[in-house]
């Protein structure tokens, strides 16, 4: 139970909101914060434009001003008999209550990073934070009684509240009750940490609910990691050694489709800059889309110039322009996608080498979907 208190009118078939236990009707003495005290200012703080990334995603902004332009907030109970709970942490001013949970753990985020003097005024260099990351289903705690608690306090709440999503299977929550909960741990060992988190941030946009399986991963892994990135570095490295034996050559001339691919490569660090920032709601999804666009620009300029031909026919100067270019490529995409996969930008750098290429197996072999599928 989640030891939430709710009036009867709030709690319908006599059942938690929130958790979903039993409600029993219970008659105690308590101590109350007052949260109807600070409403109208949260309104005004939330609707304030200055403050228009407070609450992200803007669908979480909107359900929280709509919630409470709708209801006049409870003073919240933020205390429990210890006889009661006996685990719970005492009210340094009542020694037989204890603290209600979402009170004391609410504190804990300023607690640990600064402290009080003894006037009372509260001290941080790490405070505020620039980003909370919360779930979804505790938005209610963090863009309410949190930042009411801080205004109490004279404390500046979060630049940034952010609730994301959830992974669903199917049309469900993961929940162990449900027996459905993937370990993050299995999926990073069956596939690999940096594929793992390639897909999480990449398959659905941040904040929102996502439909998880394994057929989805091996969806992106064999498109986008094993056709795409992993083709052209394959390609372009093997082109060094084969033509130029494993050093990258001087860039001269390019045509208007290597001008254009040069181009994308140089404005793309700025054009990821904005989906990564609040005001985009971290739009990881979208950064890496961009990325995968150099990367299919790199793999169309492949096809299009057919550099076995420019081989063929001593065409040189042409074909050291074209491999210098698509090494530069791979060299900007692994810079971009290092916050990303780590491992994976590391693997490449090493095949990059200092000044001779040393190329070694396909970073992303195919995963054979069938058999994966036989053996689960």
């Not at 709710?6 to 007052?34: G, M, T």
Request: charged residues 25%; neutral net charge; aromatic residues 12%.
């Amino acid at each position: 139970p989640c030891e939430t208190f709710w009036l009867e009118i709030q709690a319908i078939d006599h059942v938690c909101p929130d958790c979903r236990s039993p409600l029993e009707k219970i008659e105690e003495e308590n101590y109350f914060f007052k949260l109807s005290k600070y409403q109208d200012w949260l309104i005004e703080y939330i609707n304030n434009p200055y403050n228009i990334l407070f609450i992200l995603p803007s669908t979480r902004r909107t359900e929280v001003l709509r919630f409470l332009e709708l209801n006049k907030l409870s003073d919240l109970c933020i205390s429990r008999p210890k006889e009661r709970l006996s685990w719970g942490i005492p009210l340094p001013f009542s020694p037989e209550h204890v603290t209600y949970v979402w009170f004391d753990a609410l504190i804990n985020y300023i607690s640990a990073v600064g402290e009080f003097d003894s006037q009372g005024k509260y001290h941080s260099q790490w405070w505020p934070a620039d980003i909370h990351l919360i779930g979804k289903d505790i938005l209610r705690q963090h863009a309410i009684y949190w930042p009411i608690m801080l205004r109490a306090l004279d404390i500046q709440p979060p630049k940034t509240i952010f609730a994301h999503g959830w992974w669903l299977i199917g049309e469900n929550k993961m929940s162990k009750s449900r027996g459905n909960v993937v370990s993050p741990l299995e999926m990073a060992d069956k596939f690999g940490i940096d594929v793992y988190r390639y897909f999480l941030l990449r398959d659905v946009p941040f904040g929102q609910d996502g439909n998880f399986s394994e057929e989805s991963i091996i969806k992106r892994f064999n498109g986008d990691l094993a056709n795409d990135l992993g083709n052209l570095i394959y390609r372009t490295l093997t082109m060094v050694e084969k033509y130029f034996q494993g050093l990258v050559p001087d860039k001269g001339p390019l045509n208007e489709q290597g001008r254009k691919l040069e181009e994308k490569m140089k404005i793309l660090p700025s054009l990821i800059v904005a989906p990564l920032s609040s005001g985009f709601g971290f739009d990881f999804s979208l950064a890496l889309g961009k990325i995968w666009e150099l990367i299919n620009m790199a793999n169309k300029y492949i096809e299009d110039t057919k550099p076995w031909n420019l081989a063929k026919e001593n065409k040189t100067g042409e074909l050291k322009s074209f491999i210098a270019l698509l090494v530069d490529v791979i060299r900007t995409v692994t810079d971009l996608i290092s916050p990303f996969m780590p491992q994976t930008a590391e693997s490449i750098r090493e095949q990059l080498g200092e000044g001779k290429i040393k190329k070694g197996m396909p970073l992303f072999p195919r995963i054979d979907n069938s058999k994966t599928a036989s053996k689960s």
